[in-house]
C-alpha cells in the first residue's frame, strides 16, 4: 500500500478507483479524494459524462482517467480494476457508488427489474471488492468504502423495495469483508448518505414540493446536502486516519436519521 509522510488526511500518492464517479455523489467524492492528493480512475458507461467529469477532476491538478465500464459485466469490472493498476500502476482505494433504482409499487415490480437494482448496487460491489482484493494483499492493503443509503436503516415504502434491500445489503456487505480481510491491513467501511441535491433529485422542489418540504422539515440541519458535502467523510476512509477503522457504517444525512 503506497504511504507518504504528509499528514493523517493526505491522499498523496495513492489511486481511488470509483465506480459510478463521472457525477453527483460519486464526481463530489472524487473532487475530494483529488483536492487531497489522489490521482482518480472512475468507472461509469456515460462517455460524455466520463469526459466532462475527466476535464473537472484534472483541473484540481490531478491525473485522472475514465474506464467505460458496466458493473453488471463481470468481464468489464475485472477489466476496470486492471486498467486502472495498467494505468496508475497500483489501485489503494475502491469506492463503490454505482446505484440504480425503480420506481413503482413493490407489487408492479418485475423480476428482471428487481434484479437489476440488486446487481448494479450489490453484486457489482461484492465483484469490485473481490477484483481489487489479490492487489490489496500482494501490496499490503487498502480502503474499501461502500456507499449505501439511509434507506439500508429505514424501509424503501411504496417506490424502494429494490433499492433500500440492495442498500442493507451494502452495509452487511462490508462488515462482512472487514472481517474477512482485516489480516491483510484492508479496512471495508459504508457511508449512508441521506438527501442530498444532485441531478438525479434536482427536480424534486419543483415536480413534488410538498415531498420536498417534508423532507425538509425533517432534517434537523434544515435543507437537504451538497454532493461536497460527501468528501470529508469520503477522505477519512481513504487515510490513514481512518487505519483503525473497519466495519463501521458512517451516516452522512444532516441527522435526518435520529429525528
Known amino acids: 500500500m503506497t504511504t507518504n509522510n504528509g499528514g493523517l488526511f493526505d491522499l498523496s500518492g495513492r489511486v481511488a478507483l ?16 483529488a483536492n487531497a492528493g489522489a490521482d482518480i480512475a472512475i468507472a461509469a458507461r456515460n462517455a460524455e459524462k466520463n469526459a466532462a467529469a475527466i476535464a473537472e477532476i484534472e483541473s484540481t491538478g490531478r491525473r485522472a ?3 467505460r465500464t458496466d458493473v453488471t459485466s463481470d468481464s468489464d469490472i475485472d477489466d476496470m480494476v486492471s486498467r486502472a493498476i495498467a494505468q496508475f500502476g497500483h489501485v489503494d482505494i475502491l469506492i463503490n457508488n454505482a446505484g440504480a433504482t425503480v420506481r413503482k409499487a413493490p407489487e408492479d415490480i418485475t423480476g ?55 442498500k442493507g445489503g451494502i452495509v452487511q456487505l462490508s462488515k462482512s469483508f472487514a472481517v474477512a480481510w482485516a ?4 479496512q471495508s467501511n459504508a457511508i449512508l448518505p ?15 414540493p ?4 417534508l423532507i425538509n422539515r425533517r432534517i434537523p440541519m434544515g435543507r437537504w446536502g451538497d ?13 490513514h486516519a481512518s487505519d483503525y477503522v473497519t466495519g463501521a457504517v458512517i451516516t452522512v444525512d444532516g441527522g435526518f436519521s435520529v429525528s
Open 194 to 208: 441521506g438527501w442530498f441535491m444532485t441531478e438525479l433529485t434536482q427536480a424534486i422542489p419543483e415536480t413534488q
Open 112 to 166: 428482471a427489474e428487481w434484479d437489476n437494482v440488486l446487481n448494479v448496487n450489490l453484486r457489482a460491489a461484492f465483484l469490485s471488492c473481490k477484483a481489487v482484493y489479490p492487489h490489496f494483499k500482494a501490496q499490503g492493503g487498502g480502503k474499501i468504502i461502500s456507499i449505501g443509503s439511509i434507506y439500508s436503516i429505514f424501509g424503501g415504502g411504496g417506490s424502494g423495495v429494490p433499492y433500500s434491500s440492495s
Open 183 to 186: 489480516g491483510e491491513n484492508i
Open 18 to 33: 470509483i465506480t459510478g464517479g463521472n457525477g453527483g455523489l460519486g464526481l463530489g467524492m472524487a473532487l475530494g479524494l
Open 65 to 67: 482517467i475514465a474506464i
Open 210 to 213: 410538498e415531498r420536498y418540504d
Open 227 to 239: 454532493a461536497s458535502e460527501l468528501q470529508g467523510a469520503a477522505v477519512f476512509l481513504a487515510s
